[in-house]
Structures are given as structure tokens and as C-alpha cells.
């Protein structure tokens, strides 16, 4: 199974835009990358995912290396509630028990 | 549409009491497993349901049991509780294996004592 390596901590100014990267370089070729947030206390948050191309949506941008060991969720204007922890999942969209959450990246987004 | 609904939200157990985690979904998913997170730390996957009459292991399946007798429910039981088990729990469901979005509960937070 594809685990992915995040930093545990980023902080980034109110407005800025926030860039989360996140190693996989084991992944293959079936598997996704999905991107979900946990605010304090609550249940984690669907944001984003992709397979090779890069994604948009309304809420952040998923940039994917070409060789897919890599990836980088964007935030373009991060506020105060962007303030959560972000995991970086890989796994294979037809397999439900092989979606591993890591310890993710705390964002501290500040005033 | 509630989404996913768990109770309760808190409780306390004594060492060695048994209790059930409800979770229910009202979006007619087929999909759905349990996840718990320690402090600090990711969900890990406890158990899981591909549907009706159907479940099984995840990650760290030892000291749980679950049952998915309606396509809408999927609790979760402790035999008999241990403070290892003190953690948040998270039910969560899919709408089938075409679905990319795992939709969360709030959360059940479980002290064992």
C-alpha cells in the first residue's frame, strides 16, 4: 500500500496563498490522490483528488508531479478557517479498505 | 438529508463494560466503515461494510464487532472495554466503489476508565 509523507506543521500568512506537498513515491499506478481536512473536533472534509492531470475546484487546486511520486494541494487565499489539519491519502478508487489517513500537516493560518 | 449521524457524542465507559457506537446514513450509501483517531495521530480504520449482511477488518479490527444488518446502519461494539480504546470514533460512508468522496460523522469521544 502507497503511504505518503507530509509535514507535520506549515504556517501561512491570512490571504496568501497556502502550497501543502505531500511524497508518495510508492504509489501506483491505480491509485488516487485524495485530499481531506480535519477542523478541530470535527470529521475530516473531502477536498480534492486526482489521478495525473492537475485539478481544480472551488475550494483548492491539486498539482501532481509528472512522474506521480509527488503532489502539492494549493489553497490561492487561505483564511483564518483554513486553519486545520490536512491529510494527503493515496489509494485505489475501487478499494474502500485501502484508504489509510497518516498524521497529516497541521495549518496554522494567521492574522 | 442529515448525512451521517452518530450518538452518542460523549460517554464514559468503566473497564470491562460493553457498549454500541450508532451510526446511520440517510444517503442510501453501500459503503460505509469506522475509523478512530488518537490524540495527535490519523484515523485508522477499524472496520468495514461493502454493503448489507456484508463486513470486514481493517486496520485495527481487535476488541470491536460490527453488524450491517440495514443498508443504513452500521454500529459498532465494544465487547469489553480497556483504556486503549479511550480515542474518537468516526463513522463514515461511500456511495459505492465509483464514489471519491467518503462523507464524515462529528464524531463519538469515548473515555474508558
Known amino acids: 500500500d502507497a503511504k505518503t509523507t507530509q509535514p507535520p506543521s506549515m504556517d501561512c500568512a491570512e490571504g496568501r496563498a497556502a502550497n501543502l506537498p505531500c511524497n508518495h513515491s510508492t504509489i501506483s499506478g491505480n491509485e488516487y490522490v485524495y485530499w481531506y481536512r480535519q477542523i478541530h473536533s470535527q470529521g475530516p472534509q473531502y477536498i480534492i483528488h486526482?489521478?495525473?492531470n492537475n485539478e481544480t475546484n472551488e475550494m483548492a487546486s491539486l498539482i501532481i508531479t509528472e512522474d506521480r511520486k509527488s503532489s502539492t494541494l494549493i489553497l490561492p487565499h487561505a483564511t483564518l478557517r483554513d486553519t486545520a489539519v490536512y491529510y494527503c491519502?493515496?489509494?485505489?478508487?475501487?478499494?474502500?479498505?485501502?484508504?489509510?489517513f497518516g498524521s497529516g500537516t497541521k495549518l496554522n493560518v494567521k492574522p | 438529508n442529515a448525512g451521517v449521524t452518530q450518538t452518542p457524542k460523549f460517554q464514559v465507559l468503566k473497564t470491562g463494560q460493553s457498549m454500541t457506537l450508532q451510526c446511520a446514513q440517510d444517503m442510501n450509501h453501500e459503503y460505509m466503515s469506522w475509523y478512530r483517531q488518537d490524540p495527535g495521530m490519523g484515523l485508522r480504520l477499524i472496520h468495514y461494510?461493502?454493503?448489507?449482511?456484508?463486513?470486514d477488518q481493517g486496520e485495527v479490527p481487535n476488541g470491536y464487532n460490527v453488524s450491517r444488518s440495514t443498508t443504513e446502519d452500521f454500529p459498532l461494539r465494544l465487547l469489553s472495554a480497556a483504556p486503549s480504546q479511550t480515542s474518537v470514533y468516526f463513522c463514515?460512508?461511500?456511495?459505492?466503489?465509483?464514489?471519491?468522496?467518503?462523507?464524515f460523522g462529528e464524531g463519538s469521544w469515548l473515555t474508558v476508565v
Open positions: 461494510s461493502v454493503g448489507a449482511g456484508i463486513t
Open positions: 463514515a460512508s461511500r456511495i459505492d466503489p465509483t464514489g471519491n468522496t467518503i462523507y
Open positions: 491519502i493515496v489509494g485505489p478508487i475501487y478499494n474502500f479498505n485501502k484508504f489509510y
Open positions: 486526482g489521478l495525473k
